[in-house]
């Protein structure tokens, strides 16, 4: 079992970046595809990116701002967020779910889950 913990939240103005980890430990995590998903308050959980083994997809409110990145030596997965904007403020979870599935867009192809990182954009 893979266990997920995410790092890199915190408060930034508009226009900011971050860059948000997700360091993996127990099975091979080269084995796992990884996703980044994001859940404003009273809003549902929503894709943010996600990656394979090298190819990436990303969720067209991002595109071209964030960049979804892995190092399999690390066991980590990264998000590098650029061009923040108020309306990117939730908590940011990253999920993991098997290589052989194929990637994943939805909450609920995902079985394995971090604990969340906060991050808010002001304006």
């Known amino acids: 079992q893979v266990q997920l913990v995410e790092s890199g939240g915190g408060s930034v103005q508009a226009g900011g970046s971050l860059r948000l980890s997700c360091a993996a430990s127990?099975?091979?995590?080269?084995?796992?595809?990884m996703g980044w998903f994001r859940q404003a308050p009273g809003k549902e959980r929503e894709f943010v990116a996600h990656?394979?083994?090298?190819?990436?997809v990303y969720a067209d409110s991002v595109k071209g701002r964030f960049t979804i990145s892995r190092d399999n030596a690390k066991n980590t997965v990264y998000l590098q967020m650029n061009s923040l904007k108020p309306e990117d403020t939730a908590v940011y979870y990253c999920?993991?779910?098997?290589?052989?599935?194929?990637?994943?867009?939805?909450?609920?192809?995902?079985?394995?889950w971090g604990q969340g990182t906060q991050v808010t954009v002001s304006s």
């Open positions: 999920a993991a779910r098997p290589l052989v599935l194929g990637l994943g867009a939805r909450p609920s192809d995902y079985n394995l």
């Open positions: 127990g099975r091979t995590f080269s084995n796992y595809a």
């Open positions: 990656i394979g083994w090298s190819s990436t």
